[in-house]
C-alpha cells in the first residue's frame, strides 16, 4: 500500500504515524517543505521517498509532487496530514487522484461550524443557537433574540483564533471594524466546562478506541486572558459522553480516522455540541491518551489505514493531566522543585513549541495515576503563583 503523508515533521510528534505506517507494512511516500536532511533520523528512516516542495500552500505544487510519487511507486492508495490545516488540500489532492477518503465534495460538513449543526441535530444533539451574520443588521438581529454576550467565530477556523466575545454594544462596534473579511458564525455564550470524546472509528466506521478530555481552562481563556492551561484525560468515559460522540460519529459517517470531538458540560449536567474536527486531539494529547490507557494510538491508527480494522482491547488504568506553565510568570516553586516533588507522578516534561504556546504555556508537565485527587492537588501545586 502507497500512503503519501503531507507534513510528516509538524506537529514533531506526528513523526510516530509515519513509523507506525511503515511497521504495518505501508510504503510511505513524505511531502513537506523542510529540507531532507532536517527531519529526524527515526523519519527519515520510515520514508520511502521524500518530495520537497517550496510551499505546502502552492496547490500547483502538491499535485506535481504527488504526480511525481505516482510515477515513480504507481496509485496512491491513502494520503493524509492528521493536520487540520493541510484538510482542505488534502480533500483537493484525493480528488484529484482519486484516492480513497474526505473529498472536495464532502469537506465543507466537517470544516464549517454552521454546516455541523445540521448533522448535530441529526444525531439527536442541540447546538448552540447561531447563523453565519455576514452583515451588521444581520448581527444585531442575532444578539436581539439571544441576548448578551454571544461569541463570534470564523466558520472555518481552527481553536480559538480571532474569536471574540460580545458583552455589550462597544465589542460589537469594535468586532464589526476588526474582524477579518471572512465569514463569522455567531452564536449564543454558553457557560460551561469543554469535554471531548476523541478516538478512532475503523473502515467500517466502526469506533476502536475513545477517550474523553475534560479542560478546566479553555484554549480561548487561555488564548486571550493568559491563563495557566490544564485538561486531564479521565479513567473513565462518561456515558452521556460516550453517547453522544457515537452518535455524532455515525452522523459524519466517519470511517477510517482519528477524531476529536467537542461538547459544553453545563451546569445541569447536560451536554452542548461545539464543533467536529476530522483528526487527533493537538499538543500531547496522543500521547497523553497513550499514557492513559497503555496503547498505541499511532500504531492502532496505521493498522486501520493498512489494514482497515485493528484486534485490540483497550483498559483505562491511569488518569493523565496535562499542566502548563508561562516562562513570563512567577512561580512559587521553581522547575526543579517540581521534579523533585512530584517525580512519582511525572511521566513527561518538556518545552512546548512556540507555535502552541499562546494557548497552552512555555513548558509542560504531564502527570498520571489511578486516582484524580493527587493530580488536581499537583496541578494546582505546580501552577501556585510566587507570594
Known amino acids: 500500500m502507497n500512503v503519501v503523508f503531507l507534513s510528516p515533521h509538524f506537529p514533531p510528534n506526528w513523526y510516530h504515524f509515519v513509523v507506525a505506517l511503515r ?36 496547490e500547483d ?19 493524509d496530514s492528521l493536520n487540520e490545516h493541510w484538510l482542505e488540500l ?24 454552521s454546516l455541523m449543526k445540521e448533522r448535530f441535530e441529526r ?10 451574520c455576514r452583515t451588521p443588521a444581520e448581527l444585531r438581529e442575532l444578539i436581539e433574540e439571544v441576548g448578551y454576550p454571544v461569541v463570534a467565530k470564523p466558520d472555518v477556523g481552527v481553536g480559538a483564533a480571532r474569536t471574540y466575545k460580545l458583552a ?19 452564536e449564543a455564550w454558553i457557560d460551561g466546562t469543554i469535554v471531548t470524546y476523541d478516538g478512532l472509528t475503523n473502515r467500517f466506521g466502526e469506533v476502536v478506541f475513545a477517550t ?33 460522540g457515537l452518535a455524532v460519529a455515525r452522523a459524519f459517517d466517519v470511517r477510517e480516522r482519528p477524531f476529536h ?15 467536529v474536527n476530522m483528526r487527533p486531539p493537538g499538543g500531547p494529547s496522543v500521547d497523553m491518551a497513550n499514557w492513559a490507557t497503555d496503547f498505541d494510538l499511532y500504531q492502532a491508527w496505521a493498522n ?34 517540581v521534579l523533585a516533588e512530584f517525580a512519582p507522578l511525572l511521566v513527561h516534561h518538556s518545552r512546548i513549541e512556540p507555535i502552541f504556546s499562546s494557548a497552552m504555556g512555555d513548558y509542560a508537565y504531564i502527570l498520571r495515576g489511578p486516582d484524580m485527587e493527587p493530580l488536581l492537588a499537583a496541578a494546582a501545586a505546580i501552577q501556585e503563583r510566587a507570594p
Not at 61 to 79: C, K, S
Open 23 to 58: 511497521r504495518a507494512g505501508a510504503n510511505v511516500l513524505g511531502i513537506a517543505d523542510a529540507p531532507y536532511q532536517e527531519l529526524r533520523p527515526e523519519l527519515r528512516d520510515a520514508l520511502t521517498e521524500y518530495y520537497q516542495v517550496g510551499d505546502m500552500a502552492n
Open 168 to 186: 455589550d454594544d462597544v465589542d460589537v462596534d469594535h468586532y464589526l471594524v476588526d474582524k477579518p473579511a471572512t465569514d463569522y458564525i455567531v
Open 90 to 113: 488534502e480533500a483537493s489532492l484525493r480528488t484529484s487522484f482519486n484516492i480513497e477518503g474526505i473529498r472536495t465534495d464532502s469537506i465543507a460538513v466537517i470544516k464549517r461550524k
Open 261 to 275: 470531538f467537542e461538547f459544553f458540560r453545563l451546569g445541569d449536567g447536560s451536554l452542548v455540541p461545539i464543533e
Open 61 to 79: 505544487e502538491m499535485v506535481r509532487a504527488v504526480g511525481w510519487l505516482t510515477h515513480r511507486h504507481g496509485r496512491i492508495d491513502r494520503l
Open 304 to 337: 486501520v489505514m493498512v489494514h482497515g480494522v485493528i484486534d485490540a482491547t483497550v483498559s483505562r488504568p491511569w488518569n493523565c493531566m496535562f499542566v502548563g506553565r508561562r516562562e513570563a510568570r512567577p512561580y512559587a516553586r521553581s522547575h526543579e522543585a
Open 212 to 244: 474523553s478530555m475534560t479542560l478546566r481552562t479553555t484554549v480561548l481563556d487561555s488564548v486571550i486572558l493568559g491563563l495557566d492551561m490544564t485538561y486531564w484525560i479521565s479513567r473513565e468515559i462518561p456515558a452521556d459522553i460516550e453517547a453522544a
Open 123 to 132: 444525531a439527536g444533539l442541540r447546538p448552540a443557537v447561531g447563523r453565519v
